[in-house]
């Protein structure tokens, strides 16, 4: 069966649709910025489960990955709008109060605007579609498809920690009982870099950039493809997220030579940035961002669409679908 | 129980959202020209019935009722944003293509770039939210709250056939089958006002607009509302979609005076467009329409928020939840 990136794909080639494929779109403005867009759609029992989470912690997530969307194009973010499709069980309570309580606390804290949206009922099941635009100077979009060999890659934060959250809320913790409640804060609270993103952004300092949603392994091959690039990541370097190493299942393909490494690689949802930066300017980047936690995780490589990665004694090749021995 | 536009007058006022309340955002662009944008969330037995419809219908209704609130700002729609949410059994089938057949036919007729949106499963209901946007001349995008005492109040084509369309659906009649396929299509496949929107937007000839999908009665309200003026219009002038008048059934609170006429006011989707002109650039906006199926209906008058209907010897007053007798 089709997947969405395939249909995706396939639109994006019939009906030559150019400006998809980015983290945002980038369209004109004026004579001395570009406009982004986005709009993330997040669907119950496919994307959240009401059981799982808050309204708050859903009203801030679902403005979080929209503006996580503006941060990976080095954009500011501006405003947004939301569309809501509501069942009448909810409706009849406080949730949606709360939903746009959480919605506005993140919305205020980055002075983005909420300038539309729609609202309507839903035979069942919570439906939200989370639009959001930014600005960046005029051609100075931070795009997936710039990264160039010889660049060093880093992300920012810690990696895993929303994926492990996940694993919890599935294995029946609760966020208001876990002891791992920073974790679950992860998946149903992330916080999306929007300083990190703009600075990056404004000082033209990363040659490309993308937000990890789908996880290292399979953004990081987003960037690989675009740019038609490869790279090599050191497991040395990747920053799990502490907390998460006791969680590691040791099930993923990728073996466990680091605890925690499987979750960091390839989970999804950090919602932290990964981007590349060009040698010369690695001095700058690290005064720019002295205050952030940012890692350099390995570098970019001329092997088009070959993404290795570096354990004590090994070299494995990861692609989208997963590890391959040599 | 809060009604959607009673949860939305009070955010507006919570929050201070002064950009929301009328068919789209206005976002200053450049020097020359601001934005707006609009979504429309629509969503599976809430907002159509996939037994009702065709894929390639639901595509182009999608766009359209965006189009149609780009129309009403008197803008030119330029980019668009679709996020699907899809049930898997309608994801194995063709039904996708198809709806985006439906969607980029229209978008192509009007030169609209699709330039994002998102593609995700959905447990059980078909969603879709319909983002578009458009572009005014600086400071000249038609508002709803700027009608003026004694201005002709207009609308274009023929109303209430959408709604028959309805009711014929309703009444178990099918799209293939009807005698009245064109009033099926109406509410199917609706044309949005997209040249009568931007020729009235470019030659600023309208004090007010608004698109027609909440019905006459109720659209006509929004104006009057928010521009603090009333209206008298004249049943004799409303121009009834001929073919409804053998539907009319007469259990409308609006009476029977003209058959179709209930239809006509009340029933909404119809995506005409109803605005209003200064006594003094009637002429201009005849000639500027002059290929253009207009009706002059009536007038804005100074008794705030009260809509006058004129039939015979009696004048009904009109109020967004039904009529009052004198």
Redesign the interface.
């Known amino acids: ?2 997947t ?1 990136f395939g ?2 794909k396939r ?1 994006q080639r019939k ?1 030559s ?1 150019e ?2 494929g980015d983290d ?2 980038v ?1 004109p ?3 001395k910025t570009d ?1 982004v ?11 959240f489960r009401l059981d799982w989470t808050k309204p708050e912690f859903l009203g801030h997530k679902a403005l979080a990955v929209s503006l996580s969307d503006i941060a990976a194009m080095g954009a500011a973010p501006v ?1 947004s ?1 939301l ?3 509501v069942p009448e069980k909810i ?2 309570t406080d949730f ?1 109060d709360k939903f ?1 309580a959480g919605y ?1 606390r993140l919305a205020k804290k980055f002075g983005v ?13 919570l ?1 939200i ?1 989370s ?1 959001a635009a930014g600005e960046t100077r005029k051609g100075k979009a931070v795009l997936r498809s710039t990264a160039k060999a010889g660049d060093a890659i880093f992300v920012t934060g810690k990696l895993g920690g929303a994926a492990a959250g996940l694993m919890l809320l599935e294995k029946g913790e609760t966020y208001e009982n876990s002891k791992y409640k920073k974790l679950i804060e992860r998946q149903l609270k992330p916080n999306p870099q929007t300083e990190i993103g703009r600075i990056l952004g404004e000082n033209r300092v990363a040659t490309s950039m993308i937000d990890l949603s789908d996880g290292l392994s399979g953004d990081l091959a987003h960037i690989c493809e675009l740019s038609q690039v490869g790279a090599k990541i050191f497991a040395e370097k990747i920053p799990v997220e502490p907390k998460i190493a006791v969680l590691e299942t040791g099930k993923s393909k990728t073996g466990k030579r680091k605890p925690g490494l499987a979750l960091a690689l390839d989970g999804g949802e950090d919602f932290e940035l990964l981007f590349t930066v060009a040698p010369k300017k690695i001095f700058q980047l690290e005064k720019l961002l002295a205050g952030h936690k940012i890692s350099r995780i390995g570098e970019v490589t001329a092997n088009a669409e070959i993404i290795e990665l570096v354990t004590d004694k090994k070299i494995d090749v990861l692609r989208p679908e997963g590890f391959r021995h040599f």
């Open positions: 069966m089709e969405e249909l995706i639109l009906y649709l400006k998809i945002c779109a369209l403005q004026n004579a406009l867009v986005t709009a993330d759609l997040l669907i119950e029992d496919i994307d405003w709008m569309s809501i499709g409706w009849k949606v746009y506005f605007e909420l300038v539309g949206g729609d609202v309507s009922k839903s035979p069942d099941k439906v579609d639009v």
